[in-house]
């Protein structure tokens, strides 16, 4: 029987392994992964609830669902990932189309769903494991070669105001650190040079688990099991949880890069209390100052929201303050967006889109200014880069990323997609360095 598979990823990153995992169980279950809707026989979104943004390109593509099932009436079409467990079974009124809605705690039951569907062509809906343990354990299949995404926890025990994701992913479970292990030497041995340890928020790995551990001794455990990986690397981390530990590992164990990705939100204590964030700017500050004293290379990235409910001009400009103050070498800077089933939803939406707006081009141009100048600074400067991919404007460049996270693009007289070269550092931009392989 014809099984053919396309499945699209919208969202974050955790997204993207669970797209990775599934599509490894279906393969494993003699599908094969097509580039579009019309010639699969499963059709999955994996979605994403963060950002009204996401959810409209999803609900865009229901749209076409009526032709996919007149093209082919055996198709199975499903709504996967966060936006399945907030909207749940109101996905089968919306669009009668629609045969499976599949929470990320019920993904590993995808494969036996869909068969089922295909027999008694009877909708299912499966939301009922948010708060089991990850459902995606040991599998092996990789949409790449180099680099890697490792779950290590799901879920999330904080309350920003703004945020879905504790009603979509649930409350915090961590995988046992000795899968983790298993799966971190399988990757050294597949020769993955590059691997990025996932989370709502890393830092508070180890809770919950009978093994006592915290996020710093899995770094550790990593390191020992499985030193041939160059580079680990890890996102998310809330700033509660994010201490003098962790950064002594990033100081100390080799292959754990330089970068932290911090998400600060706004510079406002009242901004801050209002989003729940549970630390003032101050506060942030000082974590800023320690990671730096402990690892002075590091580089340093974060999350802004301008627009929140209540935001003054008075708290803006506190916002604006600390990204000046701080200077951290890049930030994504969004607008607030009131999402359903939040608590800020509460809250009156009243900072105007043109203040949005405006707030949002201020915050961008001062942080690309530092950006600039940080990255300026390394002009002259000989860099390890791990090389990704071909650039799009020029067959004889080519795109990598420093140990620090920063994306160089230089020049190459051979294909190096994968590899690990010096690069000296001959100009900059704001997002991205300019180099020239070191021969
Ligand atoms: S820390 Fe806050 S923003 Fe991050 S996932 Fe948890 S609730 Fe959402």
């Not at 070669?145 to 994701?165: E, S």
Request: some cysteine; glycine content about 8%; aromatic content about 6%.
């Amino acid at each position: 029987m014809n099984k053919k598979l396309f499945l699209q990823t919208f969202g974050c990153q955790m997204n993207e392994r669970d797209s990775e995992a599934v599509t490894g169980l279906l393969l494993g279950r003699g599908y094969e992964s097509v580039a579009s809707a019309e010639e699969a026989d499963l059709v999955l979104y994996n979605t994403c609830s963060v950002r009204d943004h996401a959810e409209q390109k999803v609900f865009g593509r229901m749209g076409h669902f009526r032709k996919l099932k007149e093209k082919n009436p055996r198709v199975v079409i499903g709504i996967v990932g966060c936006m399945a467990q907030e909207h749940g079974h109101t996905f089968f009124k919306k669009n009668p189309d629609i045969d499976l809605v599949c929470g990320p705690g019920n993904l590993n039951q995808i494969p036996d769903l869909a068969e089922e569907i295909r027999e008694t062509r009877l909708p299912r809906l499966a939301t009922d494991r948010l708060s089991e343990e990850y459902s995606l354990e040991g599998i092996p299949h990789r949409s790449d070669k180099t680099k890697a995404l490792v779950t290590i926890m799901t879920g999330c025990d904080h309350r920003c105001t703004y945020c879905i994701v504790p009603f979509v992913r649930g409350s915090e479970r961590s995988r046992l650190s000795g899968n983790i292990l298993t799966e971190m030497r399988n990757l050294a041995a597949r020769g993955f040079k590059d691997v990025m340890l996932l989370g709502q928020n890393v830092n508070s790995y180890g809770k919950g688990l009978e093994e006592k551990i915290d996020f710093a001794g899995l770094l550790e455990k990593i390191q020992t099991a499985a030193p041939e990986i160059p580079r680990l690397r890890f996102i998310t981390s809330h700033p509660k949880d994010a201490h003098a530990r962790l950064f002594g590992a990033m100081k100390d164990l080799p292959m754990v890069c330089a970068h932290l990705h911090l998400p600060v939100q706004s510079g406002s204590d009242r901004i801050l209390k209002r989003m729940k964030r549970e630390h003032t700017a101050a506060w942030f500050i000082g974590q800023v100052e320690e990671y730096r004293s402990l690892v002075p290379q590091g580089s340093l990235t974060t999350d802004l929201i301008v627009g929140f409910p209540g935001e003054t001009e008075k708290d803006f400009l506190e916002t604006l303050a600390l990204v000046e103050r701080v200077e951290f070498d890049s930030a994504f800077i969004f607008q607030y967006s009131p999402r359903p089933g939040t608590p800020a939803l509460k809250l009156a939406d009243d900072v105007s889109q043109g203040e949005k707006d405006r707030r949002h081009q201020i915050l961008l141009a001062a942080q690309r200014a530092i950006s600039l100048k940080k990255n300026q600074a390394l002009i002259g400067r000989t860099a390890e880069v791990l090389f990704e991919s071909r650039s799009k404007k020029d067959a004889a460049r080519y795109v990598g990323r420093t140990r620090e996270f920063k994306r160089v693009v230089a020049f190459s007289q051979t294909p190096c997609v994968g590899e690990f070269h010096s690069v000296r550092i001959v100009g900059a931009a704001d997002e991205t360095l300019l180099g020239e392989r070191v021969p």
